[in-house]
Nanobody, 120 residues
Framework: QVELVESGGGLVQPGGSLRLSCLPS????????MGWYRQTPGKQRELVAT???????NIADSVKGRFTISRDNARKTVSLQMNSLKPEDTAVYYC??????????????WGQGIQVTVSS
């Protein structure tokens, strides 16, 4: 079964840093674009950052200058380095990946979600 394994969330004080990682697992032929989204209660899921297989990033204005997205194609992971965190960054963060499976299917996959809480 294909799944995205997320790690690195938790509780951090304002101004602190966290690093989220996502590892696709399963019978995957190729990984295309990957990224991170976030969602708070009662709100729609919003884009935080994406990165192409070639390493081109796209960062949301709300986190630009504070967050950095990167990927390791050998390890098949995507990471989100979050610096200068604010209480407004508190949300459930979801990993997203475009996967081409050996079965021939092409599909967007989502992680289960990982909590990030920024509070003193």
């Amino acid at each position: 079964q294909v799944e995205l394994v997320e790690s690195g969330g938790g509780l951090v004080q304002p101004g602190g840093s966290l690093r989220l990682s996502c590892l696709p697992s399963g019978s995957i032929f190729r990984i295309y674009d990957m990224g991170w989204y976030r969602q708070t209660p009662g709100k729609q899921r919003e884009l935080v950052a994406t990165i192409t297989s070639g390493g081109r990033p796209n960062i949301a204005d709300s986190v630009k200058g504070r967050f950095t997205i990167s990927r390791d194609n050998a390890r098949k992971t995507v990471s989100l380095q979050m610096n200068s965190l604010k209480p407004e960054d508190t949300a459930v963060y979801y990993c997203n990946a475009e996967l081409y499976l050996y079965s021939g299917a092409y599909k967007d996959y989502w992680g289960q979600g990982i909590q990030v809480t920024v509070s003193s």
